[in-house]
């Protein structure tokens, strides 16, 4: 697929400065509150997305909406979409920030490794649109990030990713989301014609990058997923090379909103997008 344009004043701001000093900030979040206990902690109320907001949560959607009121006063005009507050106009709608400050809160709060910071901002409504992309996984301190067009990075080095593995005609390992066991038990025949292993790590977003640097073959939400979680790790994985889909019709299409849509797929080549693409239709 031939790279879109980007408009040469959206790249302009400081997306990686702000993502970072916004991951930083998280890092003190959870510092600040390392027990189990105290990361459970909630605030009574529910995020625009429907789940209970931990305390947690809404210390780390302060924390990068600080950055982003940051980059508005510096000339920055957008519309911030996160799990907690929901949108939030910042002076032009054809702009969208997406942000998951906690994609995987229930590792963050059992004390589990991988949870990390998202963002991703697009110059249109869908997946295709997104220009930039950032994730911090919160556990092993991994940065990884990408601009449409000009590659994907880890930890400030631009990936290079080895070859899938396969063994006996399936993926050495697929890492799969959304693991509710009712939805792995429907999964499970097709998993097991497809992979030879799975690893659910619990964060769509760090799935995506493990893709993205081949460290797993693939990965598949069992379910719907929602655009604040894999808006920027699917274009993490299709600016190192891999291949993402949301749904047939159109595979870059997802609305970039707080609703759940259709599952995501993702892999370094078409033909294993295919072999995952054979998983039951939740």
Not at 140 to 146: F, R, T
């Amino acid at each position: 697929m031939e790279a879109l344009a980007i408009a040469p004043d959206l790249l302009a701001h400081d997306w990686l400065g702000a993502s970072r000093r916004a991951a930083a900030g998280l890092r003190g979040v959870l510092a600040g509150r390392p027990t189990s206990a105290e990361r459970c902690e909630e605030t009574g109320g529910r995020g625009e997305g429907g789940d209970r907001t931990l305390v947690i949560d809404a210390q780390a959607e302060d924390v990068v909406f600080g950055e982003l009121a940051r980059l508005h006063e510096a000339g920055a005009r957008f519309t911030a979409i996160s799990e907690e507050r929901g949108t939030v106009h910042f002076g032009d709608d054809t702009v969208r920030v997406v942000i998951d400050p906690i994609d995987g809160s229930l590792n963050a709060k059992r004390g589990l490794p991988h949870h990390a910071l998202s963002i991703a901002v697009a110059d249109g409504p869908t997946m295709a649109d997104v220009v930039f992309g950032y994730v911090f996984d919160l556990g092993p301190g991994e940065e990884w990030h990408a601009v449409r067009g000009q590659g994907a990075y880890l930890d400030g080095e631009r990936l290079d990713p080895p070859a899938e593995r396969r063994r006996r005609d399936k993926l050495e390992v697929v890492a799969v989301e959304s693991a509710d066991p009712r939805h792995l038990a429907a999964s499970a025949q097709a998993l097991c014609d497809v992979t030879g292993r799975v690893r659910a790590l619990g964060s769509i977003a760090v799935s995506l990058c493990q893709v993205a640097a081949t460290r797993v073959d693939g990965m598949a939400t069992l379910w719907r997923s929602r655009a604040v979680d894999a808006a920027a790790g699917q274009l993490i994985v299709r600016e190192s090379g891999g291949v993402v889909e949301f749904g047939l019709e159109d595979p870059l299409g997802a609305p970039l909103d707080l609703e759940p849509h259709e599952p995501v797929i993702a892999a370094r080549t078409p033909e294993s997008l295919a072999l995952l693409r054979t998983l039951p239709a939740r």
